[in-house]
């Protein structure tokens, strides 16, 4: 007897009682309720509770295994410039605006632009973010560092003492001159400009004061002059701009300058700005200023430089007395190039999450993101692929009894089951003992169905056999 065979015999007596059936045969013992399941031939859903919620935990925790690495730190180390300059004054507004969002910024004190160059290129370094003069350096001298664009103009300022004639600079030979200390980017430009004219560092007493020092010393007439590179904001040149002692230089051959260094910019301080009552300064005077770029290393963070670039548009989008409403921060390379963040930035804005969210939420969003999109890519063919192998698994189990009563038909074929009717008989007990045992949807109830069938037939034939000896005496 075939499988095949056997299950049409099943279907063909399912609905009468076969001759000689046992009393305890599985279709005389099943209930109502079964038989009924059994005409149902209607497909009965799956419960995909399980598996799905399954599913969902296995990625979820991908999703966070690849995320937590991919999020920006809570710390960044900015390098600012000396105390009393620009720098330093303008570092405490980001550290209050970038705090405002759970980035601590942690302010380093330099002598200025080279040391906070110096600073960003040296790999041991805790320093990501700093101030640096535009034309200082290039993307072949710092391939590691990029530019989030220009931010404010920094001027130098040449003050010197009221009486001292100081029609240029060839008038401060022989002089006490403050040029600013070593790393600062006031002294590699007041010396380069002072070289330009001719003006050997012996011809004049250079002195490497910071601004702060190099202020209360002119005011004191300890100094006869202080060149100083910072903006118009600084304490200090406030404070010397409105001293009745000291004057501000002009530098009437501006245009020459910009000519020769292209990285320079001429502005305009308008008569009587530092002190209208006073008239401070009595006429217009012309000064020579590079802008400031503000400079990252390429590693930081795609979130940390929105952060800073959202934060410097609220610090210098404002108009001054030589920039306009909404020029800075400006999309100006400076000799570093801007990075792909700043690019879109000075394109387009800030991201669109976070305009809506948060800073951490907005950034912690994209960053799902970023991982859950593949994620579900690969996740949603395996979704797909999981109903077959379900129905496949359901089936097996199925199959995995018919291929033991295709071994016992054999037996039974063979007469090899005649030798021990037996044990042929707790064989089928068992593989009946089984099907019964198995926990299957209702919409692969007709399968169990079709199977104890077969074992009711299988039975059936058995038990002919065993009578068949009496019969014959």
Not at 125 to 131: E, I, Q
Not at 197 to 222: C, H, M, W, Y
Not at 368 to 392: E, H, K, N
């Amino acid at each position: 007897m075939t499988i095949a065979s056997s299950n049409n015999k099943t279907v063909e007596n399912m609905g009468a009682k076969p001759d000689g059936l046992a009393p305890s045969s599985p279709l005389q013992r099943a209930p109502a309720e079964r038989r009924r399941m059994l005409s149902r031939r209607g497909h009965v859903p799956v419960d995909w509770v399980r598996p799905t919620i399954g599913i969902l935990v296995v990625a979820g925790l991908c999703a966070v295994f690849l995320l937590l690495p991919s999020l920006p730190p809570r710390t960044i180390v900015m390098a600012t410039g000396p105390k009393g300059g620009a720098y330093a004054e303008v570092g405490l507004r980001y550290r209050e605006i970038l705090g405002r969002s759970g980035i601590d910024v942690t302010l380093q004190p330099t002598d200025g632009d080279f040391e906070n160059l110096n600073q960003l290129r040296d790999p041991h370094s805790d320093v990501s973010v700093a101030f640096i003069q535009g034309g200082s350096t290039t993307q072949k001298q710092s391939p590691n560092l990029v530019s989030l664009g220009s931010v404010f103009y920094e001027p130098l300022w040449l003050f010197y003492q009221r009486g001292l004639q100081v029609e240029g600079l060839n008038d401060l030979r022989g002089r006490k001159v403050s040029i600013g200390p070593e790393g600062s980017g006031t002294r590699v430009l007041s010396l380069e400009l002072l070289q330009r004219n001719g003006i050997a560092p012996d011809t004049f007493v250079p002195l490497a004061l910071s601004p702060e020092e190099g202020g209360r010393q002119l005011l004191n007439k300890e100094i006869d002059a202080a060149f100083v590179l910072t903006s118009w904001d600084s304490t200090v040149v406030r404070q010397l701009l409105a001293s009745e002692t000291v004057e501000l230089a002009n530098f009437p051959r501006a245009d020459a300058y910009v000519a020769l260094y292209p990285f320079l910019n001429k502005v305009v301080v308008p008569t009587g700005v530092g002190d209208l009552a006073a008239n401070r300064p009595d006429s217009d005077k012309t000064l020579l200023a590079p802008k400031v770029s503000l400079a990252v290393r390429k590693s930081v963070h795609p979130a940390i430089q929105y952060a800073l670039l959202s934060a410097a548009a609220e610090i210098h989008a404002d108009p001054g007395i030589f920039q306009r409403a909404g020029q800075f921060p400006a999309a100006e390379p400076l000799g570093l190039p801007l990075s792909t963040e700043a690019q879109r930035f000075h394109k387009s804005g800030r991201p669109f999450l976070q305009h809506h969210f948060p800073f951490w939420m907005a950034v912690l969003i994209e960053r799902l993101l970023v991982v859950l999109i593949p994620v579900l890519g690969l996740l949603y063919p395996l979704l797909r692929f999981i109903p077959t192998l379900y129905d496949w698994s359901m089936r097996s189990k199925v199959f995995r009894l018919y291929g033991e009563m295709r071994f016992l038909e054999l037996q039974i074929e063979r007469g090899d089951a005649k030798l021990d009717l037996d044990a042929t008989t707790a064989h089928l007990d068992r593989i009946e003992q089984r099907a019964h045992q198995l926990r299957m949807p209702r919409a692969y109830a007709s399968m169990v169905y079709s199977l104890l069938g077969h074992i009711a037939l299988v039975r059936q034939r058995l038990n002919r056999d065993r009578a068949a000896p009496s019969i014959h005496s």
